[in-house]
C-alpha cells in the first residue's frame, strides 16, 4: 500500500498534534484522514463553551491559526477582550474576536441541542477543511489535574490562570466513565489502516481520547504509532516534560512510549536527538524509528507526515 | 423651585429618549434625574441578551454612543459580526466588537441569577455613568407588533429584520400582566418632583414602561409632561408617525398628546413648528409649550432640558 492510500485515524490534542494533522492533511485525500480531538480541555468562559483543542486542530487546518502563540486566530483583533476587561469580566483567558465568532455560535447551538461533532463539522465545511475532524465525543468530559499546592484544579484554571506553576499529583478526568465516542469515532478507526497518535501530551490530551474510546484492542490490529512531543527530555511547548518530572519519572521519549506500551503501540517515532534511545524503545517490543520531529514551518510537517507513513508502510506492508 | 434642584424621573426609549435624558443629566445632579428605559424590545441575539433601548440609553450617557447611527458604540469595528456571518449566523441584527462585550457580560450574568437591574447599575458605574439608570422591569416584557401582512412580529423581527415595512395593526406587551416595575423605579417616581416623558415612541416605548408601572394615578400629582417625538408630522427616527397612520390616526404632536392624554399628562412640549397646534393641545386641558425640540447637537440636548425643566417649574411652582 502507498503511503498516500492508507486510510488514517490522528489522535490529537492542541498545537503540536494540529502541526502534524496538517502535515497528514497535506499528503492524504480527505476520505483517508480522521482527526479525532481532545475535549477533556474544553471550558466555558465568559459563559461561551470554548473548545481550545478542536479550535487549534480546525484552525490549524484552515490556515488560520497564529503561528506565532500556537493557539487563535492569526491577523486577531481584542475589541470585544479590552471592553470585557472594563466590564470587569475574567480576563486571564483571552479570547480574539475572530476567535470569539466561534464560540459564540458553537455555544448557541450547543444550547439549541445540536452535538458538538454536528456542530464542528458544519463549522470545518464553513471553514473550507476537506478532512475529517471530530471530537472525541458529545459527552461532557472534564480534565481535572491535582495538585500539591491547590487540590483539583479544572485543567483551564492549571494550565492558564495557574500557568502550569502547581505541581502535579495526577489526573482526573470528570464523566469519562459514560463518556460515549462522537458519531464516527468508532467507524474510523475500524475502517482505519493505521493510527496516528501525535506529539500531543500524553497525559491531559491523548490519555482522555483513548480513555473515551475505552476498549483499545481495536488499536492492536491497525499498527498504531505514536510521535514523541518529548525532544532531548523537554517539550516543543506544553507541560508534559514538566507533569512527568512531577509524577516521578525522568521525561524522555522513552518514558512517552513507555506511558503508551506495547501492544497498544506498534510503532514509535523519536526525535532524531534521540536516537540514543531506539534500543530502549526496542525494548519494550515496539518498533522505533528516528527522525526530525520538530515541526516549525509547513514543510516540516509534511516532510514528518511522510516519514511517519513511510514508517507505518514499513511495520504493516 | 429652581430647576437644576428638581427631582425628575425620565422615561425613555431608544434614542430620542436617550438625547433628551443626557440633556437633563447635563442639568441635573445625578441624585435628581433617574432614567427609566423601555425594556420592550429586549430580545436574544446569537443566544445574547441584548437590550437595545438600554444600551443606547447608557451609550448615550457614557459619551460613548454613535451620533451617526443613533444606536451602537462609536469607533465600532466588526470582527466579531464578518467572522458570524463566514460561520452562517443570523445577520440581520449587527452587534458591533465594543458593543458585544456589554452582551456577553450581561448575558453570562443574566444566566447566574442576577437580575438586570443589578447588572444595569454596575456596567453603568464601570462606564463612569453617574446618573440613576433603571430597565422599567427585571421581568420578561416582550413588545409584539400585529401586522396585516406577515401577522404578529415580535418587535426587532418587525423593526429590523422588517425595516418597520408591514403595515401595523396593533400591539401586545407578552408578560406585562406580571411584570413587577424593577427596584427603584416605584420609589424614584413617588420621589419624583416631575415625571419627563422624553420623545419616544408612544406605541412602543413608552407604552411599555407606562403599563409596567401600571398604577398612573401617581404621575397626577407629580406633574407630568411629555415631549412630542412628531415633528411637522413626522418623526426623526423610528415608525412613530407611521404607526398612528397605519391605525387610522393622523400623525401629529397633536397625537401624541391625545395619545397620553388628561389627567396623565399636566403639560404638553411640542416643536415650534407645530405652534399652531397648541390651543388643540389646551382643549386637551393639558398645558402646551412649543420650543425648538430638534436635538442634533449636544447644546440642542441640554438647552431643550432646560426649556422642559423651566417649563415645569412654571407648571407647579
Known amino acids: 500500500m502507498k503511503p498516500e492510500t492508507m ?3 490522528a489522535l490529537a490534542g492542541g498545537v503540536g498534534g494540529a502541526k502534524l494533522a496538517d502535515g497528514l492533511a497535506q499528503i492524504l485525500p480527505p476520505e483517508n484522514l480522521t482527526v479525532i ?11 461561551l463553551n470554548v473548545s481550545p483543542d478542536l479550535d487549534t486542530v480546525c484552525y490549524t487546518l484552515a490556515g488560520l491559526a497564529n503561528p506565532a502563540t500556537g493557539w487563535g486566530r492569526m491577523d486577531e483583533t481584542w475589541n470585544v477582550f479590552e471592553q470585557m476587561e472594563r466590564l470587569g469580566a475574567e480576563a486571564w483567558f483571552r479570547l480574539g474576536d475572530k476567535d470569539l465568532a466561534t464560540h459564540l455560535e458553537r455555544t448557541r447551538r450547543l444550547r439549541d441541542g445540536e452535538p458538538l461533532s454536528s456542530i464542528t463539522r458544519d463549522l470545518c465545511a464553513r471553514w473550507g477543511i476537506r478532512h475529517a475532524v471530530l471530537p472525541m465525543t458529545d459527552d461532557p468530559v472534564a480534565t481535572m489535574v491535582d495538585t500539591v499546592e491547590m487540590g483539583e484544579l479544572a485543567f483551564q484554571e492549571y494550565f492558564v ?3 502550569c506553576e502547581p505541581t502535579v499529583k495526577g489526573f482526573r478526568f470528570a464523566g469519562i466513565e459514560s ?3 462522537a458519531p464516527g469515532v468508532l467507524e474510523a478507526i475500524e475502517a482505519a489502516d493505521a493510527i496516528v497518535i501525535c506529539p500531543s501530551n500524553p497525559w ?3 490519555d482522555p481520547i483513548l480513555k473515551t474510546i475505552k476498549n483499545l484492542e481495536i488499536f492492536e ?10 525532544i532531548g527530555g523537554k517539550t516543543v ?3 508534559a516534560a514538566k507533569m512527568f518530572a512531577e509524577l516521578g519519572i525522568v ?3 522513552l518514558a512517552v512510549a513507555r506511558h503508551y506500551g506495547s501492544p497498544l503501540l506498534a510503532g514509535f517515532v523519536l526525535d532524531a536527538v534521540d536516537a540514543a534511545l531506539t534500543e530502549a524503545v526496542a525494548d519494550l517490543t515496539i518498533v522505533p524509528f528516528s527522525t526530525n520531529t520538530i515541526m516549525n514551518l509547513s514543510d516540516n510537517r509534511r516532510q514528518l507526515a511522510q516519514d511517519v507513513l513511510n514508517f507505518i508502510q514499513r511495520l504493516a506492508p
Chains 1, 2 share one sequence.
Open 7 to 9: 486510510s488514517v485515524v
Open 37 to 47: 480531538v481532545n475535549t477533556g480541555d474544553d471550558f466555558t468562559h465568559w459563559g
Open 161 to 163: 490562570h495557574q500557568r
Open 179 to 181: 463518556a460515549r465516542p
Open 204 to 206: 491531559v490530551s491523548v
Open 221 to 230: 490490529s491497525r499498527c498504531a504509532v505514536a510521535v514523541s512531543p518529548i
Open 237 to 239: 511547548k506544553g507541560p
Open 251 to 253: 521525561p524522555s521519549a
